[in-house]
């Protein structure tokens, strides 16, 4: 375990590890963005991005296919592309399209293209995809009525494959959850005829607002949702099939939970909480979820 | 803050206290519409945040009221009222919900508890504060007294901590804590000087703090107060222009307040820094109420009594939309314009704390887990971990993996096949824990149960009938998968189709064409032994099995795959099957099994020539010889049984074949007889004896041959008795008798050789032909020996029967005498020998008592014709002169050319000194005595002889005289040598002549002056080399002198040896010495020549040898006295050493050696010297004369003493 500290000069809000899990991005209140080389015990930062007028909420990096490449959302609502180019990170592009804080930005499998999905307090979520041709194209839509607060896109394949299908492929799915402020958890399929998203199912289950989702990579042939709220509880959803009913499992915390994610292999769920802890979940086969570990402070 | 909303009211609002965006409001009091009508109603609106911003909003509800409002509150929302309830506060004092009726005047200000939402505090005036319970509306109470304010509240707070606190302001100025539950007043506060207070707030975190507004338009300010110090503000917001008359505290980030107030401005504060965030665009008239969203608190509303309420967005990332929106619709109006001057672009800046994450934690690749935290302010932690997921599979993986890093694979086979739970599982890991052996085919055999052991010939069963299968052509062969029909079944046809496509071997390409089982099932227990034998290997095995079935032809194929062994097997018991069979068969088992015994003593006589050629293939050498004798003793006794001449001839030619001498002997003397019988008969001029004589001679000249065809080895002729031969020797010696009584003794001897030794009735006769044939040299026997002389001296034999007189002096051969030119009396004796002879002769008259007067004659005899080459004759020669001219000369006696090492010889042990020789004729004799120091018994004579050798014309010896003190040479001798030698030698070496002459003197020196001189190196060695060893020089010294003498002093004189090493030394010498110089010696003893003195050196001391010898029989070994009598075998010849005597050959010989190759240059002569009188001895060993027995047995202490030290 390699503890890192003091990396920016205000709270930091986001960390993600990059595809190889070399690269460590980190963003922060005081509107930075950091960059560093992982080695075992050793951290050396490579850069730091600046750009944001505002506290940077979130960070995620792109499938290295496309490059090195680095999304970024902030509170002063604008969602930001980074470039790596020989050795230095640029800003590629730049969205405004909201009018409040960004809270979440979140890269779709690398299978269906460099697109870009952005949840923003003024309750709209933006999905951008970067064009062959280097252009945007930019779909926005309500999600959530006074806020959206997080976003997450389910995998390209269909649940229960291994094998995934080159580039998109009729199989290939385009569907996202999203969490608000309106306590509900939403889920979003891409409507061609509309060219557009459209709400698939609607999640309800929180009593406060819906921090963050998270949509578990696909290995076990069910689909899985994590959410998180600031009610205290964790909401594990799940599906045996993509659009069938979603039953869903009430994971109780001591403190408002802020964070979820799964492993990459789709089977443990890490939670973060208010009270700066970490604990990791995993489900039993009777379908139970125990708590497997925590993360010590 | 971007405008969200907009309600055309003026009313005083509350927001609905849950997630929805409902407003209720109701019409302000205090108000009027610009309708002025008179409606007073609760309305609710639903903001529908989500849709169209533009639109118009119309109250959902309406519901009227009697009076207007000038508060509302919404709250308490309980699981009975999900939506909560409204409570107005009411110009008439009411509060509505149900009417109730307690305050006497308006109620300003009423809320719900945060935390009991059906307690309802309101205020009044008149400084009413009823605490209201909704679930028992009776029960109210008033908190405080009516007295004791005047005042009326104005506004009112809950504490959001403290459940039962709850604080009241008027325009009284002071701020009144109560205590609900005690149901009294804790705190009073002066609003900074008894400022009006019209809002009032509490922090939504810190229970002690509180926030007041003063509407004074004189101090717009907004007072922060910590309780705790309750004497002054914490802080002092000031920014209003004009009196504050709301407030509210973002509950979700105290760091956000709103106020707005008469200035119609609505600010945004950061009450704990003092900063001013930002402001609302400026309305048109007092702002009199704003509230922050409960729920979500970046909306906000304000209403203000330009008749709107106006609901807002904290942000406004993105202010052209709305404002664009805005100002295009309105671009010319002015007042729009003013209005919306500041459709501002106010977005707050600071982020509000509801979005700010404090934690979280993602997953990487690789089990990696990144988690930040902000655990303080300005601290903050990113911690990357591993995750191990699921430990089972790790502990599985890592256990695994060091596995094979050990390479410990084996272990994990077993484990897992300890722990399998299926069969199949075990087996497999069984089998892959078989891999890892190196033998894996024979782990897989084991594996699959096939052990050799299993398989025993069962008794002999009657062959089945059923076919064989023949584990022939197999296409797949360890699969016993391949299950067809029995190839072989009853069609025989298809059998030889089979066979025939035998020959197609399937290989690995080639499928399945030939179908047929291995196991048929059918098959008797034998076939499946031995088939199972086959799939192993065990071919030994397989054979058993088929012997035992008596499955004759297949365990023969079987054999000759599975090698020696089970050939032999199958070979003894076919033959024992066979037994009856036809008798070539026995003939082959016999000879494969290598056993011809069987058939050459069973098999029929008739057939011994096939029995003998059988043995003629096959038999070995070794075993040849008995098996032919075998079958001849078969036949034999079948001709004696049978008398049939024709089975004795073929008995004897098996015997001839197998080397039997002994058995063919009896035959061939059977033979003999009969054919003697026939000559006999055939009457011819022959005398019986002649007869006898020539079937004699035909029979030992066929044995002859054949001892020489098969170079037999007579093994027995060391043996005492019990001679296989017995019978040949018999006619050998018969035979010897024959031949030696026609003179050829040489011939007898040979053949009395052959007999053992033992043998009674030969060794008289040996002895009598030895004795016979001994040189004359030292012997001056009878004449006629004499006569036999010069023909047997060559043979180095000189005076056979010479030397009657005791021992045998070695007869010194022949050589020797001859070279004893006795010359100093002969100036004629160009040969040394004859000088040598002379000498003896010369000697032998002086000492005719020594019998050698036998020797005078002899030299006299022969002296004339001994000019050359005449040894024997010479020897006698020599000796006469040299006996008239060295009266002293020793007596060499026996002459016999002796030591004929002559000079060479100085150091020899006086060969053979006969004792004849002794008698000594004093002067004579010297030079018999080759050996210096053998006869010293001999007396000085001897040694004379020895220097005797005078032919070696010892020259200068006498002159000498000098003779080198080592051999106190008789003085005769000296004189005389130098004569003797020198004419002797003549040519060569007049040295050597010391030793001839020596005889007398001389004799001596010159058998050691050879050697001191130059020359004497050379020869001296060779005859005398071995001279003090004396052994058997006779022989040596004679071959030396031969070798040496290139220019023989008299030619042939060398031919003796002995004496002529002596001879011989002055041979060497001779090149050196001229040749005669001693020629006349005995005149011109000093003068001639030059040799003189060499010689006389070299002869000095053989002289004086010859001198010592008799003296001092010599330093080494006194070998073997007596001359050197005709050596039997050739100088050099060591195989016939008698065994017992070998020793002494072979350690001597080996010491020579040893010292050959240490002694320093310095020492070479006297090494070599040491040496030719060690071959002196080891002639004379050899030719087993000279050596008596008992110095042999000295010798032989001597030599192995020494030995041992």
Known sequence: ?297 | MAKVRDIQRTAAFAWAPDASSFIATGTQAGAVSADFSDNTQLELWDLDLAGDPQAELSPITAVNTDSRFYDIAWGGVTKERPRGIIAGGLENGNALISQTKEHNGAIKALQFNHFSPNILATAGVQGELHIWNLENMQNTFRLGNKAARADDFDCLDWNKKVPHIVVTGGNGGFLTVWDVKQKRESLTLNNWGRKPASAVVWHPEQQTKLITAVPDDNEPVILVWDLKNSNAPERILRGHNGGVLSLSWCKQDPDLLLSCGKDNRTICWNPNTGEMLGEFPVVTNWTFKTSFNPRNPSYSATSSYDGKIVVRSLQNTNPTTTADASQSADADDFFSQASNAQASSFTLKQSPRWLKRPAGATFGFGGKLVSFSNPGAKQNIVKLSTVNLDSGVTAATEHFEKAVQEGNLVSICDEKAENAKTDEEKSEWKLLRALFENDTKAKVIEYLGFKAEDITPAEPATPSEEKEVDAGAVDDAASKSHRLSTFFGAAGDDSDNFLADLSIQSSQTARTNNPFKIYTGEESDAERDITKALVLGRFDKAVDVALAEDRMTDALMLAICGGEKCIERVKAAYFTKMAKGPNYLRLLASITGKNLWDVVHNADLSNWQEVMVALCTYAEDKEFGDLCETLGDRLEEEYRLDDNKELRRHASLCYLAGSKLHKVINIWITELHESEQAGLQESSDDSTFSVHARSLQQFIEKVTVFRQATKFVDEDKNAPSGWKLSALYEKYNEYADVVAAHGQLSIAEKYLDLLPKDYPAASAARERIRQATQKVSTSTTTAQARKTHPLTQPYGRAPVGVPAPGPQIPSQTGPYQPIQPVQPTQPTQPTPAQNSYQHRQSYAPPNPSQGYSSASPYAQNTMQPQTSGNYGAYNKVGYTPGISAQPTRPPFVPPPPKPSTGTANWNDTPEVVRPQRRPPSAAPVPSTSPFPGAPPAQSPQQTAPWGAPPPKATPPPPPKGALPPNRAQSPAIKPQSPGFSAPSYGAPPTQPNPYAPPPQAPPATGRYTPQPTAPAIGSPASPGATRPLGQGIPPPPQGTFAGRTGPPPSGPQYAPPPQFNQASAPSPYAPVVAPNPYAPPPTAQGAPNPYAPPPPGPHAPPMARPGSQQAAAPPPKPATPPPPPQPKHPKGDRTHIPSQYMPIFEILSSEMEKVKARAPPAFARQVQDTEKRLNILFDHLNNEEVLSEGTLEQMMTLSRGKLMT
């Open chain 1, 1 to 297: 375990m390699t503890q890192l500290s003091n990396l920016h000069e205000d709270m930091i809000h986001d960390c993600a590890l990059d595809y190889y899990g070399k690269r460590l991005a980190t963003c922060s209140s005081d509107k930075t963005i950091k960059i560093f080389e992982i080695d075992g015990q050793n951290h050396r930062l490579i850069e730091t991005l600046r750009g944001h007028d505002g506290p940077v909420w979130q960070v995620s990096w792109a499938h290295p296919k496309f490059g090195n490449i680095l999304a970024s959302a902030s509170y002063d609502g604008k969602v930001l592309i980074w470039r790596e180019q020989q050795g230095q990170f640029v800003k590629l592009a730049e969205h405004a399209n909201h009018h409040a804080s960004v809270n979440a930005v979140h890269w779709a499998p690398h299978e269906l293209g460099a697109i870009l999905a952005a949840a923003s307090s003024d309750g709209k979520v933006s999905v951008m995809e970067l064009k062959d041709d280097g252009s945007w194209d930019t779909k926005i839509f309500s999600a959530h009525t006074i806020g959206c607060n997080a976003v997450s896109w389910a995998p390209a394949t269909q649940a229960g494959s291994l094998v995934s299908t080159s580039g998109v492929s009729s199989n290939a799915v385009r569907r996202f959850v999203t969490g608000g402020s309106d306590n509900l958890v939403k889920i979003w399929t891409y409507n061609p005829e509309l060219g557009t998203y459209t709400v698939d199912t609607t999640l309800d289950g929180h009593t406060d607002w819906v921090r963050d989702v998270a949509w578990a990579p696909s290995i076990l042939p069910k689909s899985y949702i994590a959410s998180a709220s600031q009610d205290k509880s964790v909401i594990i959803w799940t599906a045996d099939s993509p659009n069938g009913p979603w039953n869903k499992k009430v994971l109780q915390m001591d403190a408002v939970v802020w964070r979820v994610s799964w492993s990459l292999s789709g089977n443990v769920l890490a939670v973060s909480g208010g009270d700066n802890k970490v604990t990791l979940w995993k489900e039993t086969l009777k379908g139970e979820w125990e708590k497997v570990s925590s993360v010590e402070e």
